[in-house]
């Protein structure tokens, strides 16, 4: 949304001023320093090579890399008043929690300076950085191209005949039994849980698995051992790119973005909030694209020039896939989730 | 007088010896106190703690959901189908093996062994390959031509099955072969000259004098399987919630370590209770039998 100029002009003083505020602030250069957290695994070492060792060139400082499970280790370094990531990143319903429960600092978009971002991605305390989608899925070995190109076609059993895998969990599909339903894109929350209970119902008995983590999603898929499948697309895009015999529709795709927050107590937030701006410019935040089928959020990581044509097709968040998907809603989730959690481990077991 | 004082002395060292041998196992009960009591007793006090002081909620929880007393049900009745499957593929194998000549014996034992070796996520897996739609055995009766359409054998409470039975079989096997080798053999014979046949031997004589074997066995198998958590995780597809796996769920949905561990206590205590009830019923036994 915002001019060329402007973009410009920031990323080339950002980086001087840093130093200088570096400098001012006492410490020799190579004493600054900044830990993040994340997942860990191949996507941290995606994120460690497209964003943080760039922000960390970008800024002149070092940058170290954590892992984290899950809120609860936010949580605990903040209650125990030990904080010892400056920068952290989880799904957005975590975020949303962590910001209800007050774990994270505020963030100044004066500094962050965000361009491209929708107004509902730049929240009090988190940003919106990377997203993936939950897609419809189908082996085309089976099907060939015309797979179920929608949720309504997936839950048809008549047309579609074969077994089918769902993620265990709530999260993302009571959005997309509701979208089976016939709910609108648009009118999708506050989420009617009855109603996609009874929806989710009727799909229970053709599926074979639902699957725990992204990994056995993608072993699903690669075995054959189901005909269709609710899989995030980076996953499967993933597994398609390793040679497995499918395909995936962007067609009402819950995507599920993660976020960056500083936790509440980092003893660096002043650097901490410039390592996110750059972090979010869209020329650092638009790598993350050639290293994992995972989408940036921000419509401006499009036209950097780094995402090609061919390659932004497949990403859930580039402009044309943005207007069939819906954006999951990380406050509802924060706060039905604990109560829907639990219906959906009684609905699961036989 | 002499006397009296050579007592009293000796009281007084076999006091300082029983103190000298208390030391002995002190690591050991140190260790278990650091990492077993402690952590059970915080579990403990953080069940009855909310954000607002003393609560009961992570109970009433468990009360008033009926999904967690499915969850309870699940977990025991597969320990138990376990456990008797256990006994019926243990018991045969383990008495079959100390009839064999030494050096077969310890062959059969290191086969019972190797699995028992291999990490439990490998050998789960490993159950995958042959038990998927498109695994081993599907693909081989697939292809005889018993079936047509591939058999639901994994992602259910079947291949969770198996795949658990499999893993716990050496926990029984081990010391119930211990007992039936410790066992006399002479008694077998007296039995045998005694005009008994040998399956009437085997009932009246080594089945009763094993028992204690079988049933450390079974409570050693029945009691792992109470907590597991990787094989059904895998192998259930979804369908089976052992307690272990809600205990895990509970941790991360809510925002305390509370609903997890109330969870985690109600299971502790009832297998306590299984497994005194089982030593009281064995003691009076043992008893009566004198």
């Known amino acids: 949304m915002n001019s060329g100029s402007s973009k410009q002009g920031i990323w080339k003083f950002g980086a001087p001023a840093a130093a200088v505020v570096a400098l001012l602030s006492g410490g020799a250069l190579a004493a600054d320093s900044l830990t993040i957290a994340n997942y860990g695994g191949s996507y941290g070492e995606a994120m460690s090579k497209a964003i943080w060792q760039p922000t960390a060139a970008e800024l002149g400082i070092e940058i170290k890399e954590d892992s984290l499970?899950?809120?609860?280790?936010?949580?605990?370094?903040?209650?125990?008043?030990?904080?010892?990531?400056?920068?952290?990143e989880l799904t957005v319903d975590e975020c949303a929690q962590g910001a209800r429960e007050g774990l994270f600092e505020p963030l100044d978009y004066d500094v962050i300076k965000p361009r491209?971002?929708?107004?509902?991605?730049?929240?009090?305390?988190y940003i919106l950085d990377n997203t993936a989608s939950y897609v419809v899925g189908w082996s085309t070995k089976k099907f060939g191209a015309d797979g179920p190109q929608t949720w309504a076609e997936f839950w048809d059993v008549e047309k579609f005949p074969g077994t089918r895998g769902m993620r265990n969990s709530p999260a993302q599909n009571l959005e997309a039994a509701l979208i089976a339903d016939g709910v609108p894109l648009d009118k999708l929350y506050p989420l009617d849980v009855d109603r996609a209970f009874k929806k989710l119902e009727e799909i229970k008995p053709h599926i074979a698995v639902w699957w725990?983590?992204?990994?056995?999603?993608?072993q699903l898929v690669k075995d054959g051992e189901v005909d269709m499948i609710g899989i995030w697309s980076n996953r499967m895009q993933a597994v398609i790119d390793d040679g497995a015999e499918a395909q995936y529709t962007y067609q009402g795709g819950l995507l599920i973005p993660d976020c960056f927050f500083i936790p509440k107590g980092s003893t660096k937030v002043d650097l901490a909030m410039k390592a996110i701006a750059v972090a979010a410019s869209p020329e650092i935040h638009a790598n993350i694209a050639q290293y994992i089928p995972i989408s940036p959020v921000s419509s401006e990581a499009f036209n950097t020039g780094k995402i090609p044509p061919e390659r932004a097709k497949l990403l859930p968040a580039s402009p044309e896939n943005l207007k069939v998907q819906v954006w999951t809603d990380g406050d509802w989730w924060a706060e039905h989730g604990a109560e829907?959690?639990?219906?959906?481990?009684?609905?699961i077991q036989e | 007088m002499a006397a009296g004082t050579n007592i009293a002395l000796l009281e007084a060292s076999e006091r300082a010896e029983r103190r000298r041998f208390l030391a002995l196992p002190m690591p050991a009960l140190?260790?278990?106190?650091?990492?077993?009591?402690?952590?059970?007793?915080?579990?403990?006090w953080v069940s009855f703690v909310g954000p607002e002081g003393f609560t009961l909620e992570n109970y009433t929880r468990i009360l008033e959901n009926p999904g967690y007393l499915k969850i309870l049900r699940t977990t025991f009745s597969i320990s138990?189908?376990?456990?008797?499957?256990?006994?019926?593929?243990?018991?045969?194998?383990?008495?079959y093996i100390s009839t064999l000549p030494d050096r077969a014996a310890a062959i059969c034992l290191g086969l019972v062994l190797v699995p028992f070796w291999t990490s439990l996520l490998v050998r789960t897996y490993a159950w995958l390959v042959l038990l998927q739609r498109q695994g081993l055995i599907n693909d081989f009766f697939l292809w005889l031509g018993v079936i047509d359409e591939p058999m639901r054998l994994a992602y259910n409470r079947f291949g969770t099955t198996i795949g658990m039975l499999h893993i716990v079989l050496p926990f029984f096997v081990l010391p119930m072969f211990a007992a039936i080798k410790s066992l006399d053999r002479d008694w077998l014979r007296a039995a045998a000259n005694l005009g008994a046949s040998p399956v009437r031997a085997f009932w009246t004589v080594l089945v009763p004098?094993?028992?204690?074997?079988?049933?450390?066995?079974?409570?050693?198998?029945?009691?792992?399987?109470?907590?597991f958590y990787v094989t059904p995780e895998i192998l259930g597809g979804g369908r089976v919630t052992m307690v272990a796996m809600k205990v895990q769920q509970n941790a991360t949905i809510y925002a305390d370590w509370g609903a997890a561990s109330s969870l985690a206590l109600i299971l502790l205590i009832i297998t306590l209770a299984i497994f005194f009830g089982i030593e009281r019923v064995l003691r009076r036994q043992r008893g009566g039998g004198n």
């Open chain 2, 30 to 44: 140190l260790l278990t106190a650091v990492i077993c009591i402690v952590p059970v007793g915080i579990l403990f």
């Open chain 2, 80 to 95: 138990i189908t376990i456990t008797i499957l256990a006994i019926l593929l243990g018991f045969p194998l383990a008495y």
């Open chain 1, 340 to 347: 829907v959690q639990e219906r959906w481990s009684n609905f």
């Open chain 1, 116 to 125: 491209g971002y929708d107004q509902a991605a730049l929240q009090p305390t």
């Open chain 1, 69 to 88: 499970n899950s809120l609860a280790d936010i949580r605990a370094q903040v209650t125990a008043n030990a904080v010892q990531w400056d920068v952290g």
């Open chain 2, 209 to 227: 004098l094993t028992i204690p074997g079988l049933v450390a066995g079974a409570l050693l198998v029945f009691v792992y399987s109470l907590g």
């Open chain 1, 212 to 218: 725990t983590s992204g990994a056995q999603s993608a």
